[in-house]
Each structure stands twice: as C-alpha cells, then as structure tokens.
C-alpha cells in the first residue's frame, strides 16, 4: 500500500511540475489574433497585376484573421457593428456635419472636420447627449481607426459607404492618440488610401467618428500603449475625463513579458503569437521592395534560417503590430530584446491599391505607416516574422477563349478572303504570346479540330492582359471543292499557355457556302 500511494504521490506531483510548463507554452499562441489586410491581389514593381504564386506578397500569403461574412452589420439604430473587431460605429462617419453642423467653427465651418480638442469635446457631448442611447462613446485611437481600412481597396472611404456606412469622407481623420515624438500633434488615420500620419493640433481641421468598445468580436485589438495624455499645447495633464488613448486605454493590454528571447536568433511576440528575428537588420544597406522580398525568400532555402524555413516579409498589420505608441527611437515596448532597429522605414509585403507601383512602409522610428515606390532604394529596412494564421490562395491561370469570328464578304472559289478571330483572356492572370489557327470543316464540333483542313499558318497572338483582347487576321484564297462548310478558330492550338479551363478554345462559325 505505501509503494502504491508513493507512486501515486509521485504521478501527482509529476503533473502540477507539467502545469506551469503547459501555461508557459500557451503564451507563445498569443492573447491576440491580428486580422487580415483584406488585400487580394499581387502587383509588381511596376504596379501591374500579376500571379501571387511565389511571390511572398501579402495577397499570396494572406496572413491573419479571416473576416467574418458579412464584415459588417447595420444594427437599424444608426449604428453599425464591426463583426471581426466587435467595435460599434456610428453609421454616419460624419456626425458632425449631419447633426451639430453649428458645432464647427474650425477651418471651413460646418464641413464637420475640427481641431484636435474640438474632436474630443463634440464626442464628450455626445456622450452627455445620450446619443443613439449610448453614454460611453470615444475617439477612436489610432489601432481601432486603421482596423477600418481595407487594402485590397482603392479607396476604404468608399468600400465603407458600400458596407453599411455612410458619409464617410476619405480623407483625415482625427484618433485620440497624441504622438509622443511632437505632443502639439495627433494621430489621424487617411481614411481613402490607409495611412497614419500625425498633424498639428491646433491648426489642422480634420473628421471625426464616434466608436464603442466592449463588444465580442472575432478579433481584439490590440492598445496602442499610450498611458499618458497631453492638451493641444504639449503639456502632461491628467487622463481622466479627457476622452483620450491614455485615459480610455481601448483594446487588448499588453502581457508581461511582451516578448520572449528564444535564445536561437529570434524573439517571441506574447502578443500576438508572431515569431521574429532578433535582428532587426536583415539584407543589405538599401533595399527596393522587390529585394527585400527576395531577401527573406533567400532565408528560406536549404535548412533555412535559425532553423526555420516559413520566414516572410510581414504584411501591414504585422508589422505596426510591434509599435508602442508611448515610444519612439525606436517606437517598441521598452525592454525589448531585439537588435540592429533601425531609426527608419520598414517595407511591407503589402501593396497601396491606389498606386499599386508602392507599397506600405512602417517607421520603427515614430511608427508612422505610409507608403513609398516599389522602385526606391533606400535604408528601408527587412524585419522577417513567421507564424500565426497563413493560407495560400489557389494558383491563378490565364484562360483564352475565342469571342468571335467572321470573315470578310462571302466565300468564293479561288477568291481572297480575310478571317477575323477576337481572342480574350476571361482568366485571372495575364497569358504569354499565344496563337490562333483556322481551319474548314464540314462539322460545327466545337471541341474538336481532328479531320478538319488547316488554313495557311499559325498566327500569333502576343501577351493578353487580363480581360484583354487581340484580333488576328488571315488572308487566303479559298480552295476546295463547292459545297457547305463551317470555319473554326482555335487559339492557343499548341497548348503553349496552361490555362484555367482548355474547354473553350474553339469558336465555331455560322454554316458558310463555297460556289
């Protein structure tokens, strides 16, 4: 009995030694899950869209969080609720103007956009205002704001008023964060192309955008960081009451540690679940868009780098995900274990729709997101990270298809006649040069060419764009015996193009006679 009771005591003890390794283990998955870009489309160096196979773009990894569907709902009480953040926004994304037009004296009065501290004080009276039935409004600060912006998108404004809002101007729009680097400036969020930028306080005239926190969402939001809170001249005053990012302190805390030292090379966000690279400095001096992308595919080959072989360069919401807005140079939680940041711009593997030729860029300086040309070679630097949710898109394939076909005037024995092929990618990538053949047929079979007369040569057709066209056109005296027949134009005869669908290369004509 003493041997069994020991070994049970022995068993007991063995599990509560597991306990603490098991929690331990747990945080590295992260408190937090950071949402997808939305962006869904590859774009090159030159801005054209291409195959996101390959590529370690944004749109061909598509990290993150899923968005629920719908993203959006319309509550029927003038709100809306944002289903992935679970924040709730008023539906008119300019309250201002619509409602308290005389409240704005500020730059062009009754527009709806206001100083900095007007912002504040109109949702404060709001809020005293009971308006929609809610007393707990807030300025957005800058993480709930960007959680808006859509990257797949030209224009976020508009895709918004597309799902459930309206009136939302794309243009600036104040947060309630302050910038710890200039204390007279604020955060505001570009609500058309994305990006964060900080503005004077007292002098710039931007929109305003009551939200409420607190609901269930898919995803948390993370805080910005900001304790503290400062007027519009600079000066430390006490939070409480102010409406701002230090006093309302919306989102996810951050853990403690918020990072773990792994001690191969890289570091543990407990944050987020993201793995990094302790060095902040991968690649060369300068980079382009295009090599920083290559440089982090580099890491990947043979047995990889510090033992991984799934790096990538981080998309938008990866990468501003390490900013601590209470800090700059650089703008990471203090006590941060990595190495060699710079007091610059990062590139992302996240492409600006509205000019597809740059791409988002993070500053680990003053945590600015903007954006700059693909092209530009600069001290932009490559901060690889690995893990949380990725999935690859399906491959995207061209797919040519004969529109339509017609000859010029009517067929006549030993006469010249011109047929004419209209040939159309309908895919979704862009189809290298390609070709057409004709031929005569005494069949309307459009899936077949075998027994039928070919008619003079191969032509080819050049590079199609997606949803482009090219004619193609060929001369010939027609031969043959007298008697009714069908033309045939078969594209892409030499299968040289792998194409999404190789059913429907074939266009048939309408039944033609040779006298």
């Not at 092209?375 to 990270?385: F, L, N, R, S, T």
Request: glycine residues 10%; contains cysteine; aromatic residues 10%.
């Amino acid at each position: 009995m003493f041997k069994v009771k020991s070994l049970l005591l022995l068993c007991l003890a063995a599990v509560l030694l597991l306990i603490p390794v098991i929690t331990e283990s747990a945080v590295t998955d992260g408190t937090i899950s950071l949402q997808k870009t939305g962006q869904a489309k590859c774009y090159d160096s030159d801005g054209n869209e291409t195959n996101c196979a390959g590529t370690g773009q944004d749109a061909a990894l598509l990290a993150g969080e899923s968005w629920p569907d719908p993203r959006f709902t319309d509550n029927g009480d003038e709100t809306v609720t944002d289903n992935l953040t679970g924040l709730m926004w008023a539906k008119d994304g300019n309250v201002m103007q619509a409602r308290d037009p005389d409240f704005d004296a500020d730059g062009s009065a009754g527009d709806g956009s206001v100083y900095w501290q007007h912002a504040l004080d109109y949702v404060a009276k709001l809020n005293t205002e009971n308006y929609l039935g809610h007393n707990d409004w807030h300025l957005p600060n800058v993480n709930e704001l960007q959680s808006l912006i859509n990257a797949d998108e030209y224009n976020s404004a508009g895709w918004l008023n597309e799902n459930g809002f309206t009136n939302v101007m794309p243009n600036d729009y104040w947060t309630s964060s302050t910038s710890i680097s200039y204390k007279v400036y604020a955060w505001a969020v570009y609500m058309g192309y994305g990006y964060s930028s900080t503005s004077d306080k007292n002098t710039t005239a931007y929109y305003v955008w009551p939200v409420r926190s607190g609901q269930m969402g898919t995803i948390s939001i993370q805080q910005t960081g900001n304790t503290k809170c400062y007027d519009s001249a600079g000066t430390e005053i006490s939070c409480t009451g102010t409406g701002q990012d230090g006093d309302v302190r919306a989102g996810a805390e951050f853990p403690s540690p918020r990072f773990t030292d792994n001690g191969d090379g890289t570091v543990s966000d407990n944050l987020t679940g993201l793995m990094w690279t302790k060095s902040a400095n991968s690649g060369a001096t300068t980079s382009t868009w295009q090599e920083a992308l290559d440089t982090v595919a580099g890491m990947n080959s043979a047995s990889g780098t510090d033992g991984y072989t799934d790096w990538r360069l981080p998309n938008m919401n990866e990468l501003k995900s390490l900013l601590d807005f209470s800090e700059d140079y650089p703008s990471l939680p203090q006590g941060h274990p990595f190495t060699g940041v710079r007091q610059d711009y990062y590139w992302t593997s996240s492409t600006l729709t509205a000019v597809p030729g740059s791409a988002f860029v993070v500053s680990m300086d003053i945590s600015h997101v903007y954006y700059y040309s693909k092209k530009i070679e600069d001290y932009y630097g490559i901060w690889p990270v690995r893990g949380g949710e990725v999935e690859a898109p399906p491959e995207q394939f061209p797919d040519l298809t004969v529109k339509t076909l017609g000859s010029s005037g009517k067929p006549k024995k030993d006469k010249k006649i011109t047929l004419s092929a209209v040939v159309k990618n309908i895919g979704e990538k862009s189809a290298s040069t390609s070709s057409v053949q004709f031929y005569l047929s005494t069949n309307n079979n459009a899936s077949s060419v075998e027994g039928d007369k070919l008619l003079g040569t191969t032509k080819a057709t050049g590079n199609i764009k997606v949803n482009g066209s090219k004619t193609v056109k060929l001369t010939l005296k027609v031969k043959g015996k007298a008697g009714n027949y069908y033309l045939k134009a078969f594209c892409d005869s030499g299968a040289i193009v792998t194409e999404s669908n190789e059913s429907n290369n074939i266009k048939v004509s309408k039944k033609i006679s040779i006298k």
